[in-house]
């Protein structure tokens, strides 16, 4: 079991940053994914960000492609969302989850682990 706690939310106005954490409970795998999704009101939890804890490119969906960057700390066991230029319509909660295999996927159900979230709040 891998417990997640995001942090880093808050309230900004259009075209400012944000950077949000999370935390691991213990170390993951080196072959797992980590994820970052996001769900509005009324709307269905969608896809952010993913970053393998081994190596390679991220995965970013085409909404915040050139504004998000999602990082990771191998010490801190930690994964970052570092969010720039913020738009109102990226306001939502904004969930960490865990994919144990390390295969890329935007799909919310190929993730075993879920933070409690985290609110981001950009208003124009």
């Known amino acids: 079991q891998v417990q997640l706690v995001e942090s880093g939310g808050g309230l900004v106005q259009a075209e400012d940053s944000l950077r949000l954490s999370c935390a691991a409970s213990r170390r993951t795998f080196s072959s797992y994914i980590m994820g970052w999704f996001r769900q509005a009101p009324g709307k269905e939890r969608e896809f952010v960000a993913a970053?393998?804890?081994?190596?390679?490119?991220?995965y970013y969906a085409d909404s915040v492609k050139g504004r998000f960057t999602i990082s990771r700390d191998y010490a801190k066991n930690t994964v970052y969302l570092q969010m720039n230029s913020l738009k109102p319509e990226d306001t939502a909660v904004y969930y960490c989850?865990?994919?144990?295999?390390?295969?890329?996927?935007?799909?919310?159900?190929?993730?075993?682990?879920w933070g409690q979230g985290t609110q981001v709040t950009v208003s124009s």
């Open positions: 989850a865990v994919r144990k295999v390390e295969i890329y996927s935007n799909q919310r159900s190929r993730y075993d682990y």
């Open positions: 970053i393998k804890w081994s190596a390679g490119t991220p």
